[in-house]
């Protein structure tokens, strides 16, 4: 055992330049190397692929790799070459020669790791190929896939368990970021697991903070966002309209922004594009609907930032979880508002869905506005919601810089006060119009001027109405009771608000909410290595070679090795070793330009 050990850190090192197995990957890899079926469930980021590779390259014979897009197949292997590992993926795309070169080099056993898609394992050639090859280990990667329950099924992966027959001495591992319980056992079912281990790794992704805001200017506020927090940086920005998508986008341009649109209505060569420019440049920003999502294999988007509100937690856990694959402090940004909660309720009650799926979605959009209206640590309510509980966790705003809290019991009682008086009829915008008292026509022409609730309602501002109202919906004090016009009626809930009996009590709506979050991560001081100068012409020489070679800057070097190199200085080949992600292939390979500029920087 211990010989293996040494073996498998060995293997780690040469290859991919890292000092020690994260999370429970060195688990899972005496799992499969133990020849058992193994399920392995691990945050994104986590990193997965390792779990495999490690194994294949320890095990003789070749690993195949089933995965569902093209694009991660592609961006996997480059990955592994630069590594000096040789690995391959067959698909659509290739020739018959490109084939048969292929095949020559697993059967020669030149190739050690395969990529298939699922579908590709019912064609005859491959089916031919299988039994020609001496299978170590089959990994299904976005295992989730095969289950109906999981949030991304696709048909072809429910046959994967024929590449038992197939492969009938090769464990099979599959590997997830995303899977509950019952999915779980769906996939163990469903790849005929027998008898497996399972390894979950905490689905916490501690380099992400947590920042939530209400939406006050959208523009000015993401503008103000990336000015404090990321202007070297790449981010994702969600919307969920094509039209607002298009729009964002040219606003970004125009503040100077290098910024791209990405949605399903624009032509498959322009998304294809536009995924390859985000795949290739640095400071780059994508403006997209979550059409954009799988195939994003790049490590160091530096920001997700939401402008609106995702319909469930298991949403905007995933898509915020596209930031900091590489382990980098990242931030998730989100603003909302009352518009957000009238849209998606909206959505959810125009649908032909069933009663139970209503009733579901509904359960999980309240509790995606209770974590936005909360005032204690994000994180710990988004785990809990996974089931898994920690403490505050210092790193989102609520942790950072405590909002306050407000009594708003009397607002609350004029608002609820001017829907009963006006009986039920008007939306957010009128009521709001009678408690200011507004001399707009329709309030006069009605009479509404005439009521005791008119101009009760001047002390607060129109925004601050708008956050009474959003909290009394969310907290259902009131509904919606007509989808076109958008009018309000109180529920029962209301009763011992209206007498006094009870007390309501909101956040305090700020100007700017992050002030404080960051005027304290000001003080935590700048990168650790202090050399931003430096890191700023490693990165340039990273992005030359890019160009060069037509491989992105992250599967060069990824930020992380930049940083380690401006903190270490390395001086010599071997220094360089010892820097974190630099193995011998990529010693070799790109050693000598980086030490050459680390030296020039010195004298
Ligand atoms: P995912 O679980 O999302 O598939 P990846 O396999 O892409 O994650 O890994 C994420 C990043 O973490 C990659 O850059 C990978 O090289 C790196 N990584 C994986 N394992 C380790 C490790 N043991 N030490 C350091 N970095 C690692
Ligand atoms: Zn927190």
């Avoid at 976005?142 to 696709?154: K, P, T």
């Avoid at 072809?156 to 024929?162: G, K, M, P, V």
């Avoid at 038992?164 to 999915?183: G, I």
């Avoid at 000001?522 to 290595?529: L, R």
């Amino acid at each position: 055992m211990e010989k293996r050990k040494e073996k498998l850190i060995d293997l780690l090192q040469e290859n991919f330049g890292y000092d020690c197995f994260r999370l429970e990957q060195e688990n899972i890899i005496n799992s499969i190397l133990d020849g058992i079926d193994t399920m392995a469930i691990m945050p994104t980021g986590g990193g997965k692929s390792l779990c495999y590779q490690i194994p294949a390259l320890y095990l003789d014979g070749v690993c195949l790799v089933i995965s569902p897009l093209i694009s991660l197949m592609q961006d996997q292997v480059l990955g592994l070459q630069q590594n000096g590992i040789e690995a391959a993926f067959l698909n659509s795309t290739q020739s018959f020669e490109e084939k048969l070169e292929i095949e020559r080099k697993l059967v020669s056993k030149e190739i050690k790791i395969l990529y298939l898609a699922p579908e590709a394992i019912h064609a005859g050639f491959i089916q031919n190929l299988l039994n020609k090859l001496d299978v170590s280990l089959i990994a299904v990667d976005e295992a989730h896939c095969v289950s109906q329950w999981g949030h991304e099924f696709r048909a072809d992966y429910t046959r994967l368990c024929e590449l038992r027959e197939l492969c009938p001495n090769a464990p099979m591992v599959a590997l997830t970021a995303t899977a509950d319980k019952r999915t779980r056992k769906d996939i163990a079912n469903q790849l005929k697991f027998d008898h497996y281990n399972e390894y979950i790794s905490s689905f916490d992704r501690p380099n992400i903070k947590y920042l939530i805001a209400e939406r006050t200017d959208e523009l000015k506020q993401l503008h103000d966002f990336i000015q404090s927090f990321h202007k070297e940086d790449t981010g994702i920005v969600y919307c969920l309209s094509r039209k607002k998508v298009e729009k964002v986008a040219e606003q970004l341009r125009g503040l100077g922004y290098n910024a791209i649109a990405y949605h399903a209505g624009l032509s498959s060569d322009v998304r294809t594009h536009h995924q390859n420019l985000f795949n290739q440049e640095e400071k780059i920003i994508v403006v997209a609907t979550v059409a954009f999502g799988m195939g994003i294999d790049r490590p160091d988007v530096r920001f997700v930032a939401h402008l609106d509100l995702p319909k469930s937690v298991e949403n905007y856990y995933q898509e915020t979880g596209r930031a900091g694959r590489d382990g980098n402090p990242s931030n998730a940004w989100m603003i909302y508002g009352l518009a957000d909660v009238v849209k998606n309720s909206r959505m959810i009650e125009m649908t032909e869905a069933h009663e139970t799926y209503k009733k579901f979605a509904r359960h999980k959009l309240d509790f995606m506005l209770s974590l936005c209206e909360s005032t204690s640590c994000r994180r710990k309510q988004l785990l809990g919601y996974f089931a898994e509980k920690i403490e505050d966790c210092g790193n989102c705003d609520n942790c950072l810089d405590t909002p306050e809290l407000f009594d708003a019991t009397v607002y609350a009682q004029k608002f609820l006060s001017t829907v009963y008086h006006t009986g039920e009829f008007y939306g957010a915008a009128y009521l709001i119009d009678i408690l200011r008292g507004s001399k707009n026509a329709k309030v006069l022409e009605k009479g509404h001027d005439r009521l005791s609730v008119y101009g009760i309602g001047k002390e607060i501002s129109k925004d601050t109405w708008n956050v009474v109202i959003r909290q009394l919906l969310t907290q259902n004090f009131i509904t919606i009771k007509n989808w076109e016009y958008r009018n309000f009626g109180l529920m029962a809930k209301c009763s011992p608000l209206l007498k006094g009996e009870e007390k309501f009590y909101i956040r305090k709506l700020v100007n700017d909410r992050f002030q404080g979050v960051r005027k304290k991560l000001k003080s935590d001081g700048t990168s650790a290595h202090g050399r931003d100068d430096l890191f700023e012409k490693l990165r340039s020489l990273r992005r030359e070679i890019s160009l060069e070679t037509n491989v992105p800057p992250y599967v060069i070097f990824g930020d992380k090795s930049l940083h380690d190199m401006c903190l270490f200085l390395p001086k010599s080949m071997d220094d360089l070793l010892m820097v974190y992600g630099v193995g011998k292939s990529k010693q070799e390979k790109y050693g000598e330009d980086f030490l050459r500029v680390i030296k020039e920087y010195q004298v």
